[in-house]
T-cell receptor, first 109, second 113 residues
Framework: EDKVVQSPLSLVVHEGDTVTLNCSYE??????LLWYKQEKKAPTFLFML????IEKKSGRLSSILDKKELFSILNITATQTGDSAVYLC?????????FGDGTTLTVKP | KAGVTQTPRYLIKTRGQQVTLSCSPI?????VSWYQQTPGQGLQFLFE???????NKGNFPGRFSGRQFSNSRSEMNVSTLELGDSALYLC????????????FGQGTRLTVV
């Protein structure tokens, strides 16, 4: 059975801190790994990763995939209160999509 | 461009009834996937439709079914509702197949009483 594990489950930081969120997986027929941010209801897309070692970057957020060690990290630098959300990692395989339980990030002013 | 639209936003049903949820994808998107989100189980994949064909399916019982129309709009049906079906049902659309950048709708909150 495919498994996606995110850590930590929750994190509280102060504005300006840098955070690293982890996503490890054990799946069959890996296709891609996606990161989403969920604030209220609809998750919003952050990154799609398919190749190992290539960093995707968008502003203060960046992500990288390690297909040998089967994990991905999402980095957020200079955090802001608006970064407070649940961050979800999803792994897409040949037949389906498996989500982790998410990391709840709280950024305090 | 308009986002993914899900209707209705909220729904209350009684055990044993059936329900149909609707999802209108972003114009031009051909893939629609459905998810169930609950506090206990997180976000779980139900199925994906691409060009009117179900291409991928998660581990849900046959009471959960769906279809996609020629205009890419999709419906999800749940028959013989159980209390445990209470959840937020999300759909996501993408231009490419499952795994491509996907855009989620606001979801339908289903409560089974």
């Amino acid at each position: 059975e495919d498994k996606v594990v995110q850590s930590p489950l929750s994190l509280v930081v102060h504005e300006g801190d840098t955070v690293t969120l982890n996503c490890s997986y054990e799946v069959t027929n890996f296709r891609s790994l996606l990161w989403y941010k969920q604030e209220k209801k609809a998750p919003t897309f952050l990154f799609m990763l398919t190749s190992s070692g290539i960093e995707k970057k968008s502003g203060r957020l960046s992500s990288i995939l390690d297909k040998k060690e089967l994990f991905s990290i999402l980095n957020i630098t200079a955090t802001q209160t608006g970064d407070s959300a649940v961050y979800l990692c999803a792994v897409i395989t040949a037949g389906k999509s498996t989500f982790g339980d998410g990391t709840t990030l709280t950024v305090k002013p | 461009k308009a986002g993914v639209t899900q209707t209705p936003r909220y729904l209350i049903k009684t055990r044993g009834q059936q329900v149909t949820l609707s999802c209108s994808p972003i114009s031009g998107h051909r893939s629609v996937s459905w998810y169930q989100q609950t506090p206990g189980q997180g976000l779980q994949f139900l199925f994906e439709y691409f060009s009117e064909t179900q291409r991928n399916k998660g581990n849900f019982p046959g009471r959960f079914s769906g279809r996609q129309f020629s205009n890419s709009r999709s419906e999800m049906n749940v028959s013989t509702l159980e209390l445990g079906d209470s959840a937020l049902y999300l759909c996501a659309s993408s231009f490419g197949p499952l795994g491509a950048e996907a855009f989620f709708g606001q979801g339908t909150r289903l409560t089974v009483v």
